[in-house]
């Protein structure tokens, strides 16, 4: 059995500063600091998305969900900014049980900055990190109704696998993807 290679996620204030250079976006390794922006980026990423449909205590169930994915083992945190601050985060962990594979646990982008190339950049560097650490393979899950995130996954080449499934919390139907290298 392969031993699973763990990416450090909180990165030290001297390797944070360590970007890619992966434009638009430029990419680093996310920080301990970077956890509470990111939290509250998913939240208002979760209200532009689904927009009236938010249910308050849902939303704060799956920010406490998000909150755990960050504070356990975790195979690589990315995060990209701006002039005006944090503009995407992308957060991978192993999968239960560990095979040949990560998991991209969350992904989320601005609302502002959608359109710009972050979700693309967070998507390429993670795919290179993963696949230099030894990786075979990637997942994630999307909602069936989010066709742009959808597009995106599947011109980087990634394929739907299976039939939608309901989301744990909120009920939804989500899609699963898988990105084989």
Known sequence: MRSLIL??????????????????????????????????????TVRARDGA?????????????????FLGAVNAFLV?????GLTG??????????DDG???ALIGTRPRAQGRGVGRALLQELTRFRRESGDR?????????????????????WLEVGKPEPHEVTGKLFQRYELRF
């Not at 393979?137 to 069936?144: G, I, K, M, S």
């Open 80 to 84: 990209t900014e701006d002039e005006l």
């Open 102 to 104: 990560t998991h991209l």
């Open 137 to 157: 393979a990637l997942d994630l899950r999307v909602l069936t109704g989010n066709s742009g995130a959808r597009r995106l996954y599947q011109k980087l080449g």
């Open 89 to 98: 985060f992308a957060l991978a962990v192993p999968h239960e049980p560990a």
């Open 7 to 44: 990416f450090p996620v909180l990165a030290t204030p001297e390797t944070a500063s360590m970007a890619w250079s992966a434009k638009p976006a430029a990419v680093r390794l996310g920080t301990a600091a970077d956890i509470e922006p990111c939290l509250e980026l998913w939240a208002e």
């Open 53 to 69: 449909e938010v249910d308050p205590s849902q939303l704060h169930i799956q920010l406490e969900r998000a909150r755990l994915k």
